[in-house]
């Protein structure tokens, strides 16, 4: 929000410059963006007095100026304006100015063969406002060769950013009731002077849909003639990044910009019938004053006639009915929308304005008279006029929340004991009222415009933020004698190391949105019900999440489509699900994407080499093994679901049910939905299923004891159906003597000459760990022979 310093002098009585006015803004929890004032690029620029001004020589739409700079030297200047004339008084820039506008920075330089020593301005050229038909002209009594930094004064303009709970602050009225509490000045009266009404409103106005508007006022003004607004007022409005357009409308937006609450002012004459603020009906329309046609739905608020619907109430008024030049009559609007319906109406039309964003946020229900007396007195003052009585339709919600307050929490929560008489000073400077029952309990009544206070730590932070957070003082936490305790938690500390192994292993972290579009969700969702959103931020992300892989789908798409050959993706977080009853369910997870290429083409390899399942498979063990499952006793099973390609995916499960993770390459359907034209390895973890270890709280590991015998190994080739998982073979060998079984790998697969067909031959390496004597022969025979039994359970026979 932006206001100049002289609009927030119009209602603040206070000495402070600009850069003290900031600082306290900041403070208050009114963070300034920026604080500019134009006249600072303005000190090269001149009052000056055009003395005579003839024809170019060489160019027919262009003078050659003889200008006063009132030191009795005359500067020459070409000028092609259509109003530069003889008398003239102006603004000259000289050279070594730089021009606002456009950054040009002014030297002496020849135009046309004649000499020019600056440039006589416009106000578009100043950035003083959108007139570029000609150059300035200031009164005659303009003082010649005055700075026109000085001549026009310093006036800053403040951006303020308002954070969404403070609507209070969305006029310059109530950033000015901060400072005041804050001992910056002292907070004038509204100017509301009351207009009696001198005949009856000639327009039936009312409210027939109390939900979304429960009060509507009108009142008509007749006899008014519109034009420019005063040069206050359109000062004012400039500052804030308003244009001028008429003194009807800058009045409307002076109150809405001036005291947050935004009103409207219809052409009397083009209005048919009663005024009144109703649902929309199914195929109306409404063309607002941005040019754009909106369709409107059946729960929209709409303000209307007989003739049909004129405003999208609380955003935007009609573009057939506002104010012009010819307008005589007028009918002033003033109402109090809910602000959820106004939220949702304009969400649903995508579309944005000033008084959208003040009326969802919620105006002050009480000021709806007030602010129709300052109507009415300014377009009576300065478009003149006779005003009728005020119509009011239905009832704003005027009841005021009384909180339960104890002034010792500005301690135990501030952070910082302030006096009851300053916690007093403060809230009644603000606008709440105290009623004091006891030392210790009051009763704080809270005022219209402050919807966002409903509790005890809500004043406790009014009372701190005025007294000031730079007194709070900077208090260390407790610590405990001895090692300091871990403050992690077990979750955290999953998270941590998970994270810190999948960087390790080369994978780059990603963070991607919670939400997703409903057709990539779907796509995921492996038939649990999606989790939607009430207000989504945009029609692409309507649901939450049911898998971390779509988002990371979708960033290898762009990346691979920006030309990276070779996409490592890691994502840990949570997937979002539909718990009982209907409560949101988050589980934590991790989710791996591998796509292009796995190895680039080189003399030692040859050809690139793509990712395939068994990397996935890999990366699900390694992450798996990292997160303390127990990856030995894991089995490798199938349905990995609809999105994976059947034959190059697996799950990895402890038992036929516990499903700990997912992995292989994605289904030609899926990338294809992803606009995927690589091969591409997925990962999903579950980490949330892991089981707990026994033992977790246990403060130390056991030492490590080097075993005191050298291991030795055996080789075994087992015959088994194709059909049968490798990884089926290895669980049976390591279990067959666990005690002396060590590790079991296979290190050979081979199908072919001598094996039968429909067979294959696993090659398995058998290491064996001596602990208090040597095996001998009878020991490693009676092992060998559990290994050829464990085998056989899975169909494996040894091969001779």
Request: hydrophobic share 45%; with cysteine.
């Amino acid at each position: 929000m932006k206001f100049s310093l002289s609009w927030l002098q119009s209602v603040l009585d206070t000495k402070a410059d600009a850069k003290l006015i900031a600082e306290k803004l900041t403070s208050l929890g009114l963070e300034i963006e920026s604080v500019e004032d134009a006249s600072a690029a303005l000190t090269k620029f001149r009052v000056a007095r055009v003395l005579t001004a003839e024809k170019h020589p060489q160019a027919d739409k262009l003078q050659v100026l003889s200008v006063d700079l009132g030191d009795g030297t005359p500067l020459q200047v070409v000028c092609g304006a259509p109003n530069a004339r003889a008398g003239l008084v102006g603004v000259l820039g000289l050279p070594g100015g730089v021009v606002p506008a456009n950054g040009m920075e002014l030297r002496k330089s020849a135009i046309r063969g004649v000499e020019s020593n600056g440039m006589m301005c416009s106000t578009r050229e100043l950035c003083l406002g959108e007139d570029h038909d000609g150059i300035i002209e200031l009164p005659e009594d303009a003082p010649v060769g005055t700075s026109f930094a000085d001549y026009i004064g310093s006036d800053p303009v403040f951006d303020v950013a308002i954070t969404p709970n403070r609507p209070d602050c969305m006029g310059v009225y109530g950033i000015a009731r901060d400072l005041a509490a804050a001992g910056l000045g002292v907070l004038k009266p509204i100017a509301a002077t009351s207009v009696p009404g001198t005949f009856p409103c000639p327009v039936d106005v009312r409210t027939d849909d109390a939900d979304g508007c429960p009060a509507f006022y009108g009142r008509v003004i007749r006899g008014v003639k519109n034009g420019p607004s005063p040069k206050w007022l359109q000062d004012f409005l400039k500052s804030a990044g308003q244009r001028p357009i008429s003194a009807l409308v800058d009045i409307t937006n002076f109150v809405m910009l001036g005291y947050g609450r935004p009103a409207h002012a219809y052409d009397l004459a083009k209005l048919n019938g009663a005024v009144v603020a109703r649902k929309a009906r199914e195929g109306e329309t409404c063309l607002a004053l941005n040019g754009k046609e909106y369709a409107l739905q059946s729960w929209m608020t709409v303000i209307a006639d007989d003739s049909g619907v004129h405003d999208i109430a609380g955003i935007m008024g009609g573009e057939h009915s506002g104010c012009s030049d010819e307008t005589t009559d007028v009918l002033l609007e003033i109402a109090y929308f809910t602000p959820a319906a106004i939220a949702r109406t304009g969400q649903a039309l995508a579309l944005a304005s000033d008084a959208r964003g003040r009326f969802e946020r919620g105006v002050d229900p009480a000021f709806l008279d007030t602010g129709m007396d300052i109507l009415t007195s300014l377009i009576v003052e300065i478009c003149g006029g006779e005003a009728s009585e005020v119509v009011r339709a239905g009832q704003p919600p005027l009841a005021r929340k009384t909180v339960a307050y104890d002034p010792a929490l500005a301690g135990s929560l501030g952070g910082i004991d302030v006096a009851n008489g300053e916690q007093k000073r403060i809230l009644a400077a603000l606008g709440f009222e105290v009623a004091e029952d006891q030392a210790s309990n009051w009763n704080v009544v809270v005022p219209t415009w402050r919807p966002d206070v409903d509790g005890a730590p809500d004043i406790v932070e009014e009372v701190i933020r005025v007294h000031g957070l730079d007194a709070v003082p900077s208090t260390p936490l407790p610590r405990a004698d001895g090692v300091a305790k871990p403050t992690a938690t077990a979750v955290q500390t999953l998270e941590r190391r998970v994270r810190r192994a999948a960087a390790a292993r080369g994978l780059h972290e990603a963070v991607t949105w919670s939400f997703l579009p409903e057709s990539q969700a779907a796509h995921f969702a492996d038939g649990e019900e999606l989790w939607g959103l009430a207000n989504p931020i945009s029609e692409d992300l309507k649901v939450m999440r049911p898998s971390l892989l779509p988002g990371l789908l979708s960033a290898a798409q762009r990346n691979l489509h920006r030309g990276v050959t070779s996409v490592r993706l890691f994502e840990l977080g949570h997937r979002y699900l539909r718990g009982a009853a209907g409560a949101s369910d988050e589980k934590l997870s991790l989710a791996v994407v591998l796509a292009g290429e796995h190895t680039a083409r080189g003399w030692a390899n040859g050809k690139v080499r793509s990712f395939d399942a068994f990397d996935a498979k890999a990366e699900a063990l390694a992450l798996l093994a990292e997160a303390g499952a127990p990856v030995e006793n894991l089995q490798v099973m199938g349905e990995a679901g609809a999105q994976f390609h059947p034959g190059q995916s697996a799950t990895l499960r402890l038992g036929p049910k516990q499903v700990l993770a997912r992995f292989g390459m994605l289904h030609p359907a899926t990338a294809k939905a992803f606009d995927l034209d690589a091969p591409v390895a997925v990962v999903e973890l579950f980490l949330d299923r892991i089981p707990a270890k026994k033992g977790a709280g246990a403060f130390a590991r056991p030492h490590f004891a080097p075993p005191p015998l050298q291991a030795v190994t055996r080789d075994f080739a087992f015959l088994v159906d194709a059909a049968v998982p490798a990884g089926d073979i290895l669980r049976a060998v390591k279990g067959a003597d666990k005690q002396a079984i060590t590790a079991v790998r296979i290190f050979d697969d081979f199908r072919g000459q001598g094996v039968p067909e429909g067979q294959k031959s696993l090659a398995v390496e058998v290491t064996l760990q001596p602990t208090e004597k040597s095996f001998d022969e009878a020991a490693l025979k009676a092992i060998a022979d559990k290994v050829v039994a464990a085998a056989a359970k899975q169909g494996g026979t040894l091969r001779g």
